[in-house]
């Protein structure tokens, strides 16, 4: 099994609807951080959060940092299609490791 | 300004050869990694280099990969004796300094070995 568990694996959601990615980790997390990657271009970097109860926003896009619970969750409000892709969540080790990611389709 | 580059951007092989994939990191950037992602599995960090330290080779799956990175920029991983376990996208991210924060990722490169 991984490190890193996301959920859900895939996601179809309509134009305009809220929805949540989940990452769940087997360790403690000293540092979470978020990706998107779209077909045929490289991973994006989207933000990292560090400390317990962190919540960082970019866009339409937030994430938190539940430590306690050793889970970041990724929110995106009013969907949109720009946001379809795949989304990958990483953490700090003694190097990075990620999860399998979580593919993204919104419907217009 | 340029971002990362990867070349080539497909490549297939026949079991049993070598081959070489190159990363062109955004100039000045001081740490370069390489990661690989296999079908249905996450990011898998293969190597790490920064600056002119001894790279971190911690991640390479087995003595069949090496990567090299001349004059503090251009790296290129090579892969010998090709097998079809292989095949996957190798990604390269540059970053400027040691932080992970502001990571930048190239486009990949497709590896089939047949």
């Known amino acids: 099994s991984q490190e890193l568990e996301q959920s859900p694996q895939s996601l179809i959601v309509q134009e305009g609807k809220n929805l949540t990615i989940n990452c769940t980790s087997s360790?403690?997390?000293?540092?979470l951080y978020w990706y998107k990657q779209k077909y045929g271009e490289g991973l994006i970097f989207l933000m990292m959060?560090?400390?317990?109860?962190e919540e960082k926003s970019h866009e339409k896009i937030t994430a938190k940092l539940d430590e306690k619970k050793q889970q970041s969750s990724l929110h995106i409000t009013a969907s949109q299609p720009s946001h379809a892709g795949i989304y990958l969540c990483g953490a700090e080790r003694d190097k990075l490791v990620f999860g399998a990611g979580t593919i993204l389709r919104v419907k217009s | 300004g340029a971002g990362v580059s990867q070349s080539p951007s497909n490549k297939v092989t026949e079991k049993g050869k070598d081959v070489e994939l190159r990363c062109d990191p955004i100039s000045g950037h001081t740490a370069l990694y390489w990661y690989r992602q296999s079908l249905g599995q996450g990011l898998e960090f293969l190597i790490y280099f920064q600056g002119n330290s001894a790279p971190d080779k911690s991640g390479l799956p087995s003595d069949r990969f090496s990567a090299e990175r001349t004059g503090g920029s251009v790296s290129t991983l090579t892969i010998q004796r090709t097998q079809q376990e292989d095949s996957a996208v190798y990604l390269c991210a540059s970053t400027p300094d040691r932080g992970r924060e502001t990571q930048y990722f190239g486009p990949g490169t497709r590896l089939l070995v047949l």
């Open positions: 360790k403690t997390l000293y540092g």
């Open positions: 959060l560090q400390k317990g109860g």
